[in-house]
């Protein structure tokens, strides 16, 4: 290692070199070294003659986009190295199929195997580290490859021996002192606040963008649709989009852990519901719903600024895998099963016999969609176009697939063709008008009860042509009564926020994600805390961190690089995340200059959002393991793959573990489907912690030490 490191600081380094092959990749590192005098100039031929003749004979690729050429020579009287950054990765035939990007070649004299393998141990140390990797293709000058030299020997210095609560993650200890928590998450966070931003200037963040404006900007107006219908339109899609722009530029600003992004949430559209029925029907505060969400918020915000002073989010170290799998795998199936309820409610809205066309249409949108942006996503494996465009089109892949499908749905041959379009509101003003004497309602029985045909565009529920209220609610018009009675109902809130705001924290900081900068736990949980404050104020809804846009961020903003397992399969593997502030603040900016663009957002078809839909739940699922294990139940047991809990576990254990979380995702989606419980759905989420303990004791602590494990064991890197 140090030999390598001495090399780069004396100049023997070429940095994106443009070469094409290896006799040009030799030639110029090897001109390099006579002009620095490191190489005798009459043996150049011989040189590259013997590194060439090596490669002849087998590939010098070890993997990890790393080839270690070698050649010794009697003409050689010192060992060189140099180090070679491509600019274009080449081929070489590693073991794990990815092209090679970076070439440490070692020179030397006969006789010198001992240095030879002591020289491959380090170099094989150095590039299996991702971070160190992802960071040598992207520096340009020696002194930045040096400095990232200097981090890894931090990264990876010797840890003195820890007892058992040192294990924990520093971010969910417990600091034993009010403000704790959050004192140590600004101390965490705030030396990396100017390079959130410096960081996000990059062509991937504006990829990244793009995508999450139409992924958070189509559930917003969904939700948002829905609730008008089921609130009476209390609350409509204007709102919801005001609230996720404003509460998504704050939250970008000031968080610790920006990559999350907040949005409605189906447990949250629940509660909501339940809440403006209990007002309406038994407590006759029907007039006065709004206000009433205005104490429910000021109670919820106090209670979990108080969590996070008392370093509450510490509690999240019980929940492990287990739960965050299974709460993952919810959320993925439910974007799933709305874009097809979606889709499938187009069909039965249609007449008998008539606008079969309509149908087919959306069909072939949704299913075009989802064709295209995955195709695209997965075009970096592909061995045509360059390197360069092959990386733009995966990045930009489903904002393409939106154009594209849109532009075609809009075409002339298709004008005959009538689609239900984005149901975005007309204009932008409040949802909700003060009822005046003859006014007709929009809504019936079924659709209030439901809310199926927000879908479809119904989002004006009660059409009358008073002025709309004012944006600000005015919380003293509640009987006093309601200002201590809202802490029942806002203690609900507050565990559904909690155990939300938490996991979803915990998905995004998975160690799978490889993120650098630190967690937030206690400071996300207050900026959200205020937030939810804040909204009932202007009659616009809460917003807790959503799932699956969240880590649909995240992976958006990965560089990953392709592996081939030991059982010849091709898996992802993220190297590194482009962590930063300015992709979150630029997707909620564009969603607050969408409120004067809701003509053109009307021009893009349900259809094309619900394909958005499908793609975000499948790729959501990508890494997870309660899915690879689910599938299991369907494959031949001989061509299982050589995954680290299938070679340390016996099946029958693994399929009893998987059984277990799927009757839990099972009781959960029942409960979330209740009208009856759903509002205590966040209580049956934080019920999954006492099951896992439970399963102690049906499992032994080994194998559930596997099954549970917080990241992959090393061994599982390929190559």
Not at 190 to 210: E, M, W
Not at 225 to 249: H, K, N, Q, T
Not at 579 to 603: C, D, P, Q
Request: charged residues 15%.
């Amino acid at each position: 290692m140090k030999q390598l490191e001495n090399a780069v600081r004396d100049g023997a380094c070429l940095l994106n070199l443009k070469a094409d092959d290896l006799p040009a990749i030799f030639q110029s590192a090897i001109s390099q070294l006579v002009g620095q005098g490191k190489l005798p100039a009459e043996h150049r031929d011989d040189i590259t003659a013997a590194l060439l003749e090596r490669e002849a004979s087998m590939s010098t690729a070890i993997g990890h986009a790393v080839a270690v050429p070698h050649a010794y020579l009697d003409v050689l009287a010192a060992p060189v190295v140099v180090f070679i950054q491509l600019a274009r990765p080449l081929n070489m035939g590693a073991p794990d199929g990815i092209p090679t990007r970076f070439l440490i070649i070692l020179l030397g004299p006969t006789g010198a195997a001992v240095e030879h393998l002591d020289a491959l141990t380090n170099i094989a140390r150095l590039m299996s580290d991702d971070e160190f990797r992802y960071e040598a293709g992207e520096v340009r000058t020696q002194q930045e490859l040096l400095e990232a030299f200097k981090r890894f020997h931090i990264r990876t210095a010797p840890i003195p021996e820890i007892d058992a609560e040192e294990t924990i993650p520093e971010s969910l200890r417990y600091s034993g002192r009010l403000f704790g928590g959050l004192i140590n998450d600004l101390r965490r966070r705030l030396p990396n606040y100017a390079s959130d931003f410096r960081d996000g200037l990059h062509p991937k963040v504006l990829a990244s963008t793009l995508f999450l404006f139409f992924a958070c900007l189509a559930p917003a107006v969904t939700f948002g649709g829905i609730l008008g219908v089921a609130s009476d339109g209390y609350i409509g899609a204007v709102e919801m989009i005001a609230a996720s722009a404003m509460c998504g530029v704050l939250y970008a600003l000031f968080s610790g852990q920006p990559l999350v992004i907040l949005g409605g949430t189906g447990p949250l559209l629940i509660f909501t519901i339940i809440l403006y029925q209990l007002c309406r029907d038994y407590l006759g505060l029907g007039d006065l719903f709004l206000e009433v969400r205005v104490w429910v918020g000021l109670w919820t915000a106090l209670f979990l600024v108080i969590l996070a002073v008392t370093d509450a989010s510490c509690l999240m170290r019980y929940f492990t895998r287990f739960t965050d799998e299974i709460f993952a795998a919810l959320i993925s199936l439910i974007f799933i099963f709305e874009a097809g309820r979606g889709i499938l409610h187009i069909f039965s809205d249609l007449e008998i016999h008539k606008h079969h066309d309509t149908a087919l249409l959306s069909l072939l949108l949704a299913m075009g969609t989802l064709y295209v942006a995955t195709a695209l996503s997965r075009f970096r494996r592909s061995r045509f176009l360059n390197h360069w465009f092959r990386e733009f089109l995966t990045d930009f892949g489903p904002t393409i697939a939106i154009v594209i499908m849109s532009l075609f749905a809009l075409s002339p041959m298709l004008e005959s063709v009538s689609l239900p379009a984005l149901p975005a509101p007309s204009s932008f003003q409040p949802t909700y008008s003060p009822p005046v004497e003859g006014a007709v309602a929009a809504t019936t029985p079924e659709n209030e009860a439901t809310g199926e045909n927000a879908a479809t565009g119904e989002t004006d529920v009660v059409k009358q042509s008073n002025p709309p209220r004012a944006w600000f609610v005015n919380p003293l018009r509640a009987p006093m009564w309601v200002w201590f009675a809202s802490a029942g109902p806002a203690l609900l809130l507050t565990v559904l926020v909690f155990v939300d705001q938490n996991i979803t924290a915990r998905l995004v900081n998975s160690p799978d994600h490889k993120l650098q900068k630190g967690e937030a736990y206690h400071l996300d949980l207050a900026v959200g805390g205020v937030l939810v404050g804040l909204t009932p104020f202007f009659g616009f809804p809460w917003l807790i961190a959503a799932t699956v846009r969240s880590v649909n961020h995240v992976r958006s903003l990965a560089t990953v690089e392709e592996v081939v397992t030991p059982g010849g399969e091709t898996r992802e593997r993220i190297i590194h995340v482009r962590e930063n502030r300015v992709s979150a603040l630029a997707i909620h900016v564009l969603m607050g200059l969408s409120l004067f663009l809701l003509s053109y957002l009307k021009m893009i078809p349900m259809a094309v959002l619900y394909g958005l839909f499908l793609f975000m739940g499948i790729v959501s699922m990508a890494g997870n393991q309660f899915f690879e294990r689910l599938s299991l139940w369907l494959m031949d047991s001989k061509l299982y793959p050589a995954t680290h809990y299938i070679r340390r576990v016996p099946l029958s254990t693994i399929h009893r573990f998987t059984l277990l979380q799927l009757a839990c995702l099972v009781v959960l989606w029942i409960v979330k489907g209740s009208p009856r419980l759903g509002i205590l759905f966040p209580l049956f989420i934080v019920l999954l912690v006492p099951v896992r303990m439970l399963a102690n004791r049906f499992f032994s602590p080994k194998n559930l030490s596997i099954l549970d494990a917080e990241e992959e064991p090393g061994e599982e890197e390929w190559g």
